[in-house]
């Protein structure tokens, strides 16, 4: 290789290993393949002659598997020529060729790319497999179908003009990993110099469809140009965008995008129609942390849970005084418009220690940089698990107010019932107000306020803190003893069981809503399941067991609810003593 003069050079690469290669690398691609080269320079310094080929066998990017990617490129007179082909051995192999301006010279430095000078860009196929998508690192991924495109860059590297299509047909993408099934994919993309449009992104699956379409328009051209409109509309019905067993979300409605960069607008109306998540899961907690705690004492369970809150907290703070504001996209900050959310029902929240039931309607507004949401989210129905005993939700509100910070009002209502050790049966009362970034807990005993070690007491034994010191060292002295203690055992005991099947019944069911409860130490249990079987009709199934006082209360009970309207319910009820029905009706009194 010289300078000046005459130039001569090869190079020859044979049977190279690309994954020993990129082994002793930290290149963070895996690859697979036998890489073969041939290279030679000739001609002048000044004006250099370059001719190569390359070859890749047996390859393979992540999951995706081909089998050969070989190609020819050539560099004469100013000017780089190639031809590649991408073959997996199924359908047609993928072709790139064309040419571009480029001057090289090895006697002195100058511009490499003149902008005036033509350029061509070509990649098309007339059957090209999905597979391609399985270069993305997820193990899970799935596709099927294929690709037909005909793309071309045109004009010269200072104003280049894009054209052509893009389509997919008969195509599938399923990642189980994320929830992801859609098995019918229709998508089909033209370009055309100063417009990109979307005719058609369809999704049709089982009996709903998820559609979109509009265009991107350029002020010159796709590649140089800014955008100066564009225009986009949604539309959903009945749709399941992920389903999985951690989270699940089916929706309808319409939306659209519009405008420019200084003034996107967006708006339209989204129902939730059936939704549930996971919340472990979603943040990332380990499930198999939770089976390892069911072995651990109540007090030590809260106390790691308290503390891990408080440690995350703590490295929250920290990461948010380390971080740097970065400033959003022009297209985010000048967005402007509103999207209306309705959650009729049937979006669950759970946990290992709570399941939700939500509904409301809530509407997520931005007239400036900061996106404000006003509304309110009912609690439907549900319970949360404190201290190893259940809370049933009685009432529950999010109120959203707007402003710059997402905070809530809370009002949310929940009770704890048991029996004291004389049998008497009391009600526990939680009550939950202020803002959701600080809420106040207020814990109420048959109407009257008690402190919160009082509750804890109640919750963890059935009596008052006074009571575990000098009251209870009276009764053991009344009683003799050993049968309170006996049944503060038993009590504890038919609780914490009476938890854990409520966990393992309803992981394993994949049940909405389960509830095991007992009563008088086991003597008297009651047994709640229910479930969507659609999204206006729900089933519960009750069963009682044990001894009971009341003969007439019926052993099982099976109800179902039906909404005929958003106001009007119908509740049919039968058990092995009478049958029946109500017709519900339900309206804000505001």
């Given at each position: 290789i010289r300078t000046q003069g005459k130039e001569d050079f090869?190079?020859?690469?044979?049977?190279?290993?690309?994954?020993?290669?990129?082994?002793?690398?930290?290149?963070?691609?895996?690859?697979?393949?036998?890489?073969?080269?041939?290279?030679?320079?000739?001609?002048?310094?000044?004006?250099?002659?370059?001719?190569?080929?390359?070859?890749?066998?047996?390859?393979?990017?992540n999951q995706f598997e081909y089998k050969s990617f070989n190609g020819e490129f050539e560099y004469?007179?100013?000017?780089?020529?190639?031809?590649?082909?991408?073959?997996?051995?199924?359908?047609?192999?993928?072709?790139?060729?064309?040419?571009?301006?480029?001057?090289?010279?090895?006697?002195?430095?100058?511009?490499?790319?003149?902008?005036?000078?033509?350029?061509?860009?070509?990649?098309?196929?007339?059957?090209?497999?999905m597979t391609f998508i399985e270069v993305a690192n997820i193990s899970t991924l799935k596709t099927k179908g294929h690709i037909v495109c005909d793309l071309k860059v045109s004009g010269v590297l200072d104003k280049p003009r894009p054209s052509g299509f893009f389509r997919v047909e008969n195509s599938?993408?399923?990642?189980?990993?994320?929830?992801?099934?859609?098995?019918?994919?229709?998508?089909?993309?033209?370009?055309?110099?100063?417009?990109?449009?979307?005719?058609?992104?369809?999704?049709?699956?089982?009996?709903?469809?998820?559609?979109?379409?509009?265009?991107?328009?350029?002020?010159?051209?796709?590649?140089?140009?800014?955008?100066?409109?564009?225009?986009?509309?949604?539309?959903?019905?009945?749709?399941?965008?992920?389903?999985?067993s951690d989270y699940q979300l089916q929706l309808s409605g319409s939306a659209f995008l519009e405008g420019d960069t200084r003034e996107p607008r967006v708006g339209g109306d989204i129902e939730i129609l059936r939704s549930s998540f996971y919340l472990p899961a979603l943040t990332?907690?380990?499930?198999?942390?939770f089976k390892d705690e069911q072995g651990m004492p109540l007090l030590v369970k809260e106390k790691r849970k308290m503390q891990s809150v408080q440690d995350t907290l703590s490295q929250n703070r920290l990461v948010v005084k380390e971080e740097k504001r970065t400033d959003p996209p022009n297209i985010y900050k000048n967005l402007r418009g509103s999207m209306n959310i309705t959650i009729p029902k049937n979006t669950w929240i759970k946990s290992p220690d709570m399941r939700l039931e939500l509904g409301g309607d809530f509407n997520t507004v931005k007239n400036g940089p900061e996106l404000e949401?006003?509304?309110?989210?009912?609690?439907?129905?549900?319970?949360?698990?404190?201290?190893?005993?259940?809370?049933?939700?009685?009432?529950?509100?999010?109120?959203?107010?707007?402003?710059?910070?997402?905070?809530?009002q809370i009002i949310l209502e929940a009770e704890y019932v048991f029996r004291t050790p004389a049998r008497e049966k009391r009600i526990l009362l939680l009550k939950v107000s202020g803002k959701a970034?600080?809420?106040?807990?207020?814990?109420?005993?048959?109407e009257q306020k008690i402190s919160e070690g009082d509750a804890i007491a109640y919750i963890m034994f059935g009596r008052s803190m006074d009571e575990l010191t000098a009251g209870q060292q009276e009764g053991l002295a009344a009683t003799g003893g050993a049968s309170t203690t006996e049944d503060l055992a038993v009590g504890l005991a038919a609780n914490?069981?009476?938890?854990?099947?409520?966990?393992?019944?309803?992981?394993?069911?994949?049940?909405?809503?389960?509830e095991i409860k007992s009563q008088d130490?086991?003597?008297?249990?009651?047994?709640?399941?229910?479930?969507?079987?659609?999204?206006?009709?729900?089933?519960?199934?009750?069963?009682?067991?044990?001894?009971?006082?009341?003969?007439?209360?019926?052993?099982?009970?099976?109800?179902?609810?039906?909404?005929?309207?958003?106001?009007?319910?119908?509740?049919?009820?039968?058990?092995?003593?009478?049958?029946?029905?109500?017709?519900?009706?339900?309206?804000?009194?505001?």
């Open positions: 090869s190079l020859s690469i044979k049977g190279l290993d690309i994954g020993v290669a990129t082994a002793m690398t930290e290149f963070p691609v895996e690859m697979e393949g036998t890489f073969n080269m041939d290279i030679s320079l000739k001609g002048f310094a000044d004006a250099p002659v370059i001719e190569g080929s390359m070859e890749v066998n047996k390859g393979k990017i004469r007179k100013h000017k780089l020529s190639w031809l590649f082909n991408l073959n997996t051995g199924q359908m047609k192999p993928l072709i790139l060729d064309g040419y571009m301006p480029l001057h090289l010279s090895l006697k002195e430095q100058q511009e490499m790319f003149s902008g005036n000078t033509p350029l061509n860009v070509n990649l098309y196929t007339e059957q090209f497999p599938a993408i399923e990642i189980p990993e994320f929830g992801i099934n859609y098995k019918d994919l229709q998508l089909e993309l033209f370009a055309d110099s100063a417009e990109v449009a979307l005719k058609k992104f369809r999704i049709n699956q089982e009996n709903g469809f998820l559609k979109t379409d509009g265009k991107v328009q350029f002020d010159s051209s796709l590649i140089s140009g800014k955008i100066i409109n564009m225009e986009f509309g949604l539309s959903a019905k009945d749709f399941f965008l992920v389903r999985h990332g907690e380990n499930k198999a942390k949401v006003f509304g309110t989210i009912r609690i439907i129905r549900g319970y949360y698990e404190l201290l190893g005993r259940r809370f049933t939700i009685k009432e529950g509100e999010l109120i959203f107010q707007g402003g710059k910070e997402i905070n809530p970034k600080t809420p106040q807990l207020e814990f109420f005993l048959e914490l069981i009476s938890a854990e099947l409520t966990k393992l019944v309803g992981q394993k069911l994949n049940l909405d809503y389960i130490d086991w003597q008297s249990s009651s047994f709640v399941v229910g479930k969507y079987l659609t999204n206006d009709l729900f089933v519960s199934y009750q069963r009682e067991f044990g001894n009971s006082q009341d003969d007439t209360v019926p052993r099982q009970i099976v109800t179902m609810e039906y909404e005929l309207t958003e106001f009007l319910f119908l509740e049919l009820l039968g058990n092995s003593k009478y049958n029946g029905f109500d017709v519900i009706f339900k309206f804000d009194s505001e």
